[in-house]
């Protein structure tokens, strides 16, 4: 006989339809479920070249108010090809009404965000409410990340950061089509 203990009985969904339906708290975030795949172009005052990554993003729901957020990024070399492995995270959006986001990230070089902001017309924007950095990490102050769906197959993400003693500025640029709506 199955034993409900060794299966998840609360897998999660990767797409708006179907089960779990998704907490009405996650209407505004909707579009985002699924798995996001495609280029960016990073930098920052520190290195002395741009660089090119590719990047996969995945969002799902169990039928709570939040999101699970997973990225995960390689850099490229000139031909496009993969170079090596670049910034991993995950973490949590919570959705609260009128469509505000607070969100925990946090990254294996150390740094864990808490970020707050709003989802309104397809688009989320977060900035710093906290960071807090294990004691061998980079010092990382704030970040400011823009998430929109430019239509229902293509989002487009930039991030902002201010870390080892530079302000605010740009980080990354990326554009993100729609891999699938399911996990294989
Ligand atoms: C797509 C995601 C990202 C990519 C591809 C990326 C790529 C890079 C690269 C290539 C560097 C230069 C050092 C190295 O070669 O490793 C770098 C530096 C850095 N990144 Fe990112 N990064 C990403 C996300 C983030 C995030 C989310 C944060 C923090 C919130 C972050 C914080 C930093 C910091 C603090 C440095 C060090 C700057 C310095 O000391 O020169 N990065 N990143």
Redesign the pocket.
């Known amino acids: 006989m199955l034993d409900p203990a060794n299966t998840l009985p609360y897998p999660d969904a990767f797409g708006p339809d179907g089960a779990p339906a998704p907490h009405p708290l996650l209407e505004p975030l909707l579009g985002f479920l699924g798995s996001w795949t495609g280029r ?1 172009r ?1 930098g ?1 005052p ?2 002395d070249e741009d ?1 090119t ?1 590719a ?1 996969e993003v995945t969002f799902s729901h169990d039928g709570r108010p939040f999101l699970h957020y997973e ?1 995960r ?1 390689w ?1 490229l070399d000139a031909e496009g090809l993969p170079l090596r492995p ?2 991993r ?1 995950s973490g949590w959006w919570r959705m609260q009404p009128e469509g505000r986001v607070e969100a925990l990230i946090t ?1 294996p ?1 150390g ?1 864990a ?1 808490i970020l707050t902001g709003r989802a309104d017309g397809g688009a989320v924007d977060l900035t710093t409410h906290q960071v807090a950095v294990t004691p061998t990490a ?3 102050e704030a ?1 400011r990340r823009r998430y929109t769906l430019a239509d229902d197959d293509t989002l487009d993400f930039v ?1 902002d ?1 201010a ?2 003693g530079h302000r605010l500025r740009h ?2 640029t ?1 554009q993100l089509r729609r891999a699938a709506r399911s996990r294989p």
């Open positions: 960016g990073g920052y520190t290195l660089f990554y990047q990225a990024a850099l670049a910034a995270e990254q070089t740094i965000e980079k010092d990382v970040s991030h950061l870390a080892v980080h990354l990326a």
